[in-house]
């Protein structure tokens, strides 16, 4: 019943910022864990940042010190803020969510099984 849609993906040259945004409808839970994920062309879809309910935050190691997540105050918006991004950075941006538990029990999952529902994904690209 949870539905979950992205927005704020575009094109940027390296070095700059973009901020995705994630909303959230439907059912609520009491324990859950959210974030994004990414996936290049060829290559598997991976963690970038993911939050649970208590505020506490995973984020890759590839995206660390760039890359903030963030949820607003009724939890059910999921932000994403990109800086200093990097050609590597290029790729579909997906919001996902995993419920009925904090993230450090899902984060080691394979995150097509582990999360559940889906966004439909936003396209992010970064010129070098």
């Known amino acids: 019943q949870v539905q979950l849609r992205e927005s704020g993906g575009g094109s940027v040259q390296t070095g700059g910022s973009l901020r995705l945004s994630c909303l959230a409808s439907?059912?609520?839970?009491?324990?859950?864990?959210w974030g994004w994920f990414r996936q290049a062309p060829g290559k598997e879809r991976e963690m970038v940042a993911v939050?649970?309910?208590?505020?506490?935050?995973y984020d890759a190691d590839a995206v660390k010190g760039r890359f903030t997540i963030s949820q607003g105050p009724a939890k059910n918006t999921l932000n994403l803020q990109m800086n200093s991004l990097k050609p590597e950075d290029t790729g579909m941006y997906y919001c996902?969510?995993?419920?009925?538990?904090?993230?450090?029990?899902?984060?080691?999952?394979?995150?097509?099984?582990?999360?559940?529902?889906w966004g439909q994904g936003t396209q992010v690209t970064v010129s070098s």
């Open positions: 996902a969510a995993a419920f009925l538990g904090s993230c450090s029990v899902w984060i080691g999952w394979t995150p097509s099984i582990a999360f559940k529902p």
């Open positions: 939050i649970d309910r208590a505020g506490i935050t």
């Open positions: 439907g059912y609520t839970y009491s324990r859950y864990c």
